[in-house]
């Protein structure tokens, strides 16, 4: 299994760019998400899912969508990118919502808005 | 809201030293409590847990307790190593809105020098 996967590693952009975010998981995990990490803030969740076709808003949503079209893939989009948006992202899954679950963590695409 | 505090960083300790690190946290309902490490350049990965009350989560040597009375979580360890060098992040998963989310301290830094 290659667990959780992220494209790419790393990214710049310009402000007002678009881009999109992959991530990929082989577990057959219903829940995904989408965290953000800033330096002395913790991860805080921008979009989760619960299963394909399924999406909410977690703390930060404000400038990223998100879409679930497979169990597989859950891709996040920044439709027009500003500096405050310059982190690291994780893609986290788990078997489903449960509150005792694992969260598996891909390896992060750490991202610089100019 | 739910919140999660943890001690401040960095934390430099020397080979073989004994190991903690502060976690409080605020939440309604009965959390799950959770330990993330993250080596450098990589995704989180879960050290250890504990869903209820009394519950001590172990894991390579690392171990914590779920401390109801004083809503605490310390993560301790008897001997740390120069492998043990990290951010680590403490958890707590939201039981009342079903969302699967993990709220996050917002981590702290473990260097141990040989």
């Known amino acids: 299994n290659a667990g959780v996967t992220q494209t790419p590693k790393f990214q710049v952009l310009k402000t007002g760019q678009s881009m999109t975010l992959q991530c990929a998981q082989d577990?057959?995990?219903?829940?995904m998400s989408w965290y953000r990490q800033d330096p002395g803030m913790g991860l805080r969740l921008i979009h989760y899912?619960?299963?394909?076709?399924?999406?909410d808003q977690g703390e930060v949503p404000n400038g990223y969508n998100v879409s679930r079209s497979t169990t597989e893939d859950f891709p996040l989009r920044l439709l027009s990118a500003a500096p405050s948006q310059t982190s690291v992202y994780f893609c986290?899954?788990?078997?489903?919502?449960?509150?005792?679950?694992?969260?598996?963590f891909g390896p992060g695409t750490r991202l610089t808005v100019l | 809201g739910n919140s999660v505090t943890q001690m401040e960083g960095p934390v430099t300790l020397s080979e073989e030293a004994f190991l903690t690190i502060n976690c409080t946290y605020t939440?309604?309902?009965?959390?799950?409590l959770f330990w993330y490490v993250q080596y450098p350049g990589e995704g989180l990965q879960l050290l250890l847990k504990?869903?209820?009350?009394?519950d001590k989560g172990s894991n390579k040597g690392f171990e914590a307790t779920y401390r109801k009375e004083t809503t605490s979580f310390h993560l301790e360890k008897g001997s740390v190593q120069v492998s043990d060098s990290a951010v680590y992040f403490c958890?707590?998963?939201?039981?009342?809105?079903?969302?699967?989310?993990?709220?996050f301290g917002q981590g702290t830094t473990l260097q141990v020098k040989p």
């Open positions: 577990m057959n995990h219903e829940y």
């Open positions: 986290a899954s788990s078997l489903d919502r449960g509150f005792n679950n694992e969260q598996f």
């Open positions: 504990a869903t209820k009350a009394d």
């Open positions: 958890a707590l998963s939201e039981t009342a809105s079903n969302t699967g989310k993990l709220i």
């Open positions: 899912s619960v299963g394909a076709g399924i999406t």
């Open positions: 939440a309604t309902g009965y959390p799950s």
